[in-house]
């Protein structure tokens, strides 16, 4: 339902901040059109300056943009599946607190990465959705996995990503029961890290579900547990009604994924808003996120860094969007992927350094995105300023 009185929205129902957004971009994402590289930036810079005038807002009133002191100091850990029709947070719940997306396909966490940068008394919410793609892959490759030859069959990032999903959840043939069973036992596995790996049992672990159609839904109990969690779950909850809303009023529909560009970053690099969606004022079904770790790709990184490299389920999750060199099942999301794909690659730092590494790196290993981005044509390098939430795009 669409409240069109309410005082958070324009008059026709959209995001006060989306109203200097030229029509027509409005309307190409709501049709699911891929984007060409030229107007796809002015589309970005649209919605990047407007967040940029809510930040100034926001800095008048309450000062600077603090990020947070050490990445084990989060207030909330976002765990959610790399599909854009996810919930997308309101640009004001970051400013409100410290958080973190963690976006791999499946909302996976049994590998326990980045799990212990949250704040005891913190909270990390792992959310499932509708028709998730990872999900149904697990559920489609189940015989060869059973089989034991999916090893063979499967590409290892893919492989990497649906093996993270017990046997009992990929043999469910009910789509919403397997996701939010998925999301259960992944926060499961998140709750059960933390304590034997980390020692830490202070942080609420919480499995939530997120349906388009019917709602957000949060999943088991969390009975015991501290505020902040209940603000921030409340808070939650709000933007995935409201910005599910938002994009409706746009004309959007959450049948098919679409993504005009696949978006890869470092959260830990980006500050406080270290969401690019919210630092393009991006609604649900417009942007494919995933992120990585980018320390190794500093030019002055420490010795002990690890090797260069893309994490195996954030690279799963770039193919899985447009990368296909097969075309099948795995390319499957419109805009970037399918036969009219773009393929367009947005690499989005602080540093023009570790831009231009990760886009060397992706090159050099990776001959299917070297051929699907036109030789790097369509990669496009996004250089951020955390302070000011500035997006620049650097000649690709
Ligand atoms: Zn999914």
Redesign the pocket.
């Known amino acids: 339902m669409i409240h069109r009185n309410h005082p958070q929205k324009e008059k026709d129902g959209t995001a006060p901040w989306r109203s200097v957004i030229p029509e027509g971009f409005r309307k190409q994402v709501a049709s699911k059109e891929p984007f060409q590289v030229a107007p796809l930036i002015e589309y970005l810079s649209s919605g990047n300056a407007a967040i940029q005038g809510v930040v100034v807002a926001h800095i008048a009133e309450k000062g600077p943009l603090q990020a947070v002191q050490a990445r084990s100091k989060y207030d909330l850990k976002y765990v959610q ?3 854009s029709r ?1 919930v997308t947070l309101h640009p004001n719940r970051l400013l409100e607190y410290d958080i973190l997306n963690k976006r791999y ?3 996976v966490t049994a590998r326990g990465t980045g799990l212990r940068n949250v704040r005891p008394g913190g909270t990390i919410i792992v959310e ?2 509708e028709t ?4 149904k892959a697990a559920h489609d490759h189940q015989p060869s996995l059973k089989a034991r030859d999916a090893t063979v069959t499967l590409d290892h990032a893919i492989y990497a990503i649906i093996s993270s999903i017990p046997e009992y959840v990929r043999c469910m043939s009910n789509d919403a029961e397997r996701g939010k069973a998925n999301a259960v036992i992944q926060a499961t596995y998140a709750r059960e890290i933390l304590k034997l790996k980390y020692k830490k049992d202070n942080v609420a672990v919480c499995p939530a579900f997120y349906s388009w159609t019917s709602g957000h839904e949060w999943l088991g109990s969390t009975a015991g547990v501290d505020l902040p969690l209940d603000a921030i779950r409340a808070g939650i909850s709000e933007d995935a009604r409201l910005m599910t809303e938002y994009a409706l009023a746009e004309g959007r529909d959450f049948g098919t994924q679409y993504a005009a560009l696949t978006m890869l970053y470092d959260p830990y690099r980006l500050g406080k808003v270290n969401d690019p969606r919210a630092v393009f004022g991006a609604l649900g079904n417009e942007m494919f996120c995933v992120t990585s770790d980018f320390r190794a790709f500093q030019s002055d990184a420490p010795k002990q860094a690890s090797e260069k490299r893309i994490a195996t389920p954030a690279l799963g999750s770039v193919m899985y969007a447009g990368y296909d060199s097969s075309g099948g099942h795995f390319g499957h999301v419109s805009g970037v992927g399918g036969s009219d794909g773009t393929h367009i690659l947005g690499i989005m730092d602080t540093s023009r350094d570790v831009i231009e590494n990760v886009k060397a790196y992706l090159l050099d290993k990776f001959p299917v995105i070297k051929e699907l981005t036109k030789n790097g044509e369509r990669i496009l390098p996004i250089l951020y300023d955390p302070a000011t939430v500035k997006a620049t795009f650097l000649p690709s």
């Open positions: 599946c790399t599909d996810q396909a499946g909302n499932g959705h998730c793609g990872a999900c």
